[in-house]
């Protein structure tokens, strides 16, 4: 079993908070603590708002957002061994400072939606930082890799071709059984695995295509009941939530309703929700029974990638403690190893 930590590294979802708080110091505690256990981490870094950070520098003089910090941790990163892939919330683009957040760009906030030009821009000039910045530290360094916002990458066909003709040939933002509407809209009910990573079509990208261009690395999700998602760690996230709400993009409020698992109801009590593997919001204790139960499904298979998810903003210090304790009873085991997008 290979484990792939991978983390979006961002502020957060309304544009407010500050960088170092939220990505630069618990991403520097959570690579400490992965090495400590011979883990690495994949840093999933969004360009689109580092992009604002640095044209707010180079306007004022000001580094009011840690740009300076930002690029010497993610090259800090590859030097140590760990990886920098793209992450990328298109909606920061157009986005202003109003002094105390950054106010997006909503018609540009689901870039799965958007033409295909608009999308390629984004994708090579953000390629083109990460490989600018990383590779005078590492030669060898590759931007190969993608997660799309929010997970959405339905509609499929404009995302996929710029992703591929930009030379990206991998995707991790498919949870299976996930859905959405609103702001963004997808559907992974129907994801051609949970676990295992298959060539996407690029007509659906929850679709086996032998033939497809991009290999989807799901973020490993198990349906599950409302109890499993019971921890303090998700309560205290959905609590902090609340605080930085942003605005509705009033263009698609119509689909709001349509699709969507966040809206509470009596019966969605007594349905199963797609549980990811995320190392902020379950327990060392949750963590350690999924990977049990991964083991006792997939017993017969020679090789079993495990993609993780966690936010650098989610990453608070009760988090760490009981993140230390899953790491530590892995490390006992041979058969689990530390993964990365190859």
Known sequence: MNLIFTLDYEIHGNGDGSPYNLMVEPTYRLMNLLEKYGFRLTILADVAEIFCFKKYFEETGE??????????????????????????????????????????CWDEYSMAALPYKRINEMVAASKQYLESLLRPVNSGYKCHAFRAANWSMMPT?????????????????????GRQGGNVDYDYTNAYSAIFPYKASGKNIN???????????????????????????????????????????????KNADRN?????????????????????????GQLKNAVRRIKRKYKSEDSIPV????????FIPYNEKTLEKFLKWAKQHTDIEHGLFL
């Open 260 to 284: 969507d698992p966040k809206k509470l109801s009596l019966k969605s009590f007594f349905v199963k929700s797609p549980w990811k593997l995320d190392f902020n919001q379950a327990t060392g």
């Open 207 to 253: 679709n086996y295509d032998p033939d497809g261009k991009i290999t989807e690395y799901p973020i490993y999700t198990e349906m599950r009941y409302f109890w499993s998602f019971i921890s303090f760690v998700r309560i205290f996230r959905m609590i902090r939530a609340k605080f930085h709400k942003h605005k509705q993009n009033e263009n698609v409020m």
């Open 63 to 104: 580094d009011k957002f840690f740009v300076k910090e930002i690029e010497k941790q993610l090259q800090d990163a590859v030097e140590r061994g760990h990886d920098v892939q793209l992450h990328i919330h298109s909606s920061y683009f157009k986005s202003k400072y109003n002094g105390k957040s950054w106010e997006q």
């Open 307 to 314: 993609v993780l998810i966690g936010h650098s903003k989610s």
């Open 157 to 177: 066909e404009n995302i996929y071709n710029a992703l591929i003709d930009n030379g990206i040939d991998t995707d991790t933002s498919v949870y299976k059984g």
